[in-house]
């Protein structure tokens, strides 16, 4: 019986001694580096300026390596309360993509009209499906430098990072949340 347990945990020993270095290694087989980040941004927004490689650098010290990420483009008014429409397409590291719309509505100190393209961050979202809810902002997570911005949304362990370079004139602060569908729609709640 003592042989036995020895053999057995012998066994469980040599099981996670390696296993544990698989799941890393396909960890990060599964996320995006940031180079591989900051060149599919500057290739999607045709530009690369010195505020968009600080709000990656930023996205990456705070919420580590995304494994999927949204290229889309929005639309946005507000005079107090506000909404936002947009669309884009979700690319998953491990694989996958998904046609993605959101709308959203906004409440605070905010007044103007924006029209600008997105990049969005997406960590630990275990599916191209798991990106169609509600996602709330997270108060006062709004970075802003050099012409690009980033805020956090959060929901369930999955945490989204929208990048929009160039906001326009749209100005002041608020809350809400953004609702991602797989239809296209005009309700933003």
Same mark, same amino acid.
């Given at each position: ?116 393209? #997105?990049?969005?961050?997406? =960590?630990?979202?275990?599916? *191209? @499906?798991?990106? &169609? %809810? $509600?996602?709330? /902002? #997270?108060?006062?997570?709004? =970075?802003?430098?050099?012409? *690009? @911005?980033?805020? &956090? %949304? $959060?929901?369930? /362990? ?32």
């Amino acid at each position: 019986m003592h042989d036995r347990r020895q053999h057995l945990h012998h066994l469980a020993a040599l099981a996670t001694a390696t296993a544990l270095p698989a799941l890393a290694a396909e960890d990060k087989g599964d996320t995006y580096d940031e180079d591989s980040i900051l060149k599919a941004a500057t290739d999607f927004f045709g530009q690369t300026t010195e505020g968009l490689a600080k709000v990656i650098e930023k996205a990456f010290k705070e919420q580590g390596r995304p494994n999927a990420y949204i290229k889309g483009e929005e639309a946005g008014a507000a005079i107090t309360v506000g909404l936002r429409y947009g669309d884009g397409e979700l690319l998953m590291k491990g694989g996958g993509a998904a046609r993605v719309y959101w709308a959203g509505p906004s409440i605070g100190f905010d007044l103007g009209v924006n029209a600008s393209k #997105v990049f969005t961050l997406a =960590y630990h979202l275990p599916n *191209a @499906g798991a990106i &169609y %809810q $509600r996602f709330p /902002g #997270v108060d006062g997570s709004l =970075y802003y430098v050099g012409g *690009a @911005g980033i805020n &956090y %949304q $959060r929901l369930k /362990g999955i945490t989204l990072a929208p990048i929009r370079l160039g906001v326009g004139l749209r100005a002041g602060a608020s809350v809400g949340y953004i609702h991602y569908r797989r239809e296209k729609s005009i309700n933003p709640f």
